[in-house]
């Protein structure tokens, strides 16, 4: 059961989900996103020392697991919401699938993006009919210019992560890799802003109760690791990495209640690090992994977390990467 921490960042009054959330989700979902598989490779299980269990979310519609939790909210909206339309920030990969997920059921979308986002991420959002608005992520207020927006068009804003219907929706990719699996030891999940690991969180716990949960993020980007450490919120500075989908620079408010409550621990790995995955990936497994989609398999690799002689659940967030950005860092032996 989710214990809600006593913190000076926590609001009791936040709808903070909960498995059954997870399981409602699911049945929106059903039939829509797409059960990703579960791979595994021999070479990986000697890096890591360990039975290692690949989720594999680059293949997920709109190449990313944001699609889980883009569609589950838009479908959570009711008749007024989804007339008005919705309006989300994205470094790329929610917009995406916020887009997508919108174009799919007849609402509105429009997303404010980093003007340094991969272009591939913004045409494609921009592709899937959402009207796309940039920003100087290390100049403006990305939040007073999405508030601003909201305000004088009536649209709901439908955030990345701290929102529960997201929340939810991601949770939909740990209850899928458990089904398939059976019981976990370990899972290593990609963290950006805490969507995604607190919605795996809450399916371990109800459906593998004794894994242990570890947020991976870039080091540069530690947000969620000072909060974790310090037991409260830390901001920080707008962080520079190549995980471009994980440059939060706070984790959401319902996130850190459920990552304080059900996660083991946050640790990081370096941008160098995450190349070497990326370049595994595509050598070994002929796969295209995004810089962001690493952050968890990383963790596996390099040892950061022991995780020999267990059986461990890997999160490989999405595969959305320029290919030229692509080959320009796996090409750099």
């Known amino acids: 059961m989710l214990t809600t921490p006593s913190s000076p960042d926590f609001d009791a009054s936040l709808d903070v989900p909960g498995f059954a959330?997870?399981?409602?989700?699911?049945?929106?979902?059903?039939?829509?996103?797409?059960r990703t598989?579960?791979?595994?490779?021999?070479?990986?299980?000697?890096?890591?020392?360990?039975?290692?269990y690949f989720k594999c979310e680059n293949f997920q519609r709109g190449g990313s697991f944001k699609f889980r939790g883009a569609y589950n909210?838009?479908?959570?909206?009711?008749?007024n919401e989804r007339a008005r339309g919705v309006l989300a920030y994205s470094s790329g990969n929610h917009g995406q699938c916020?887009?997508?997920?919108?174009?799919?059921?007849?609402?509105?979308?429009?997303?404010?993006?980093?003007?340094?986002?991969?272009?591939m991420k913004i045409d494609a959002?921009?592709?899937?009919?959402?009207?796309?608005?940039?920003?100087d992520r290390y100049k403006d207020d990305r939040d007073g210019l999405v508030r601003d927006l909201a305000d004088r068009r009536g649209l709901?804003?439908?955030?990345?992560?701290?929102?529960?219907?997201?929340?939810?929706?991601?949770?939909?990719?740990?209850?899928?890799?458990?089904?398939e699996t059976g019981p976990l030891d370990m899972l290593f999940v990609c963290l950006g802003g805490g969507g995604l690991i607190s919605g795996c969180a809450l399916s371990a716990a109800a459906l593998s109760p004794g894994c242990t949960v570890i947020g991976v993020e870039p080091e540069a980007g530690n947000d969620v690791q000072q909060s974790f450490r310090s037991g409260r919120i830390v901001s920080i500075p707008t962080p520079t990495s190549i995980a471009d989908g994980a440059l939060s620079?706070?984790?959401?408010?319902?996130?850190?209640?459920?990552?304080?409550?059900?996660v083991s621990d946050v640790v990081t790995v370096t941008d160098a690090a995450l190349v070497e995955s990326m370049r595994f990936f595509a050598e070994r497994m002929k796969m295209i992994v995004e810089p962001t989609g690493c952050l968890a398999a990383t963790a596996a690799f390099k040892g950061v977390v022991d995780c020999r002689d267990k059986r461990v659940g890997v999160v490989i967030s999405g595969g959305n990467v320029d290919l030229a950005r692509f080959s320009s860092l796996v090409g750099n032996a």
Do not use: C, W
């Open 21 to 34: 959330d997870v399981e409602a989700a699911r049945k929106r979902l059903s039939g829509i996103a797409y």
């Open 37 to 52: 598989p579960v791979m595994t490779s021999k070479t990986a299980d000697k890096l890591a020392g360990a039975k290692l």
């Open 73 to 79: 909210a838009i479908a959570s909206l009711n008749d």
């Open 98 to 119: 916020l887009a997508l997920s919108g174009q799919m059921q007849g609402v509105k979308v429009t997303i404010v993006m980093p003007s340094d986002a991969p272009q």
């Open 125 to 135: 959002t921009a592709g899937y009919g959402a009207e796309v608005i940039t920003f």
């Open 156 to 179: 709901t804003v439908v955030p990345p992560f701290d929102h529960a219907a997201v929340i939810a929706g991601q949770g939909t990719l740990a209850a899928e890799l458990i089904e």
């Open 249 to 262: 620079t706070s984790p959401g408010k319902r996130n850190f209640a459920i990552i304080r409550s059900l």
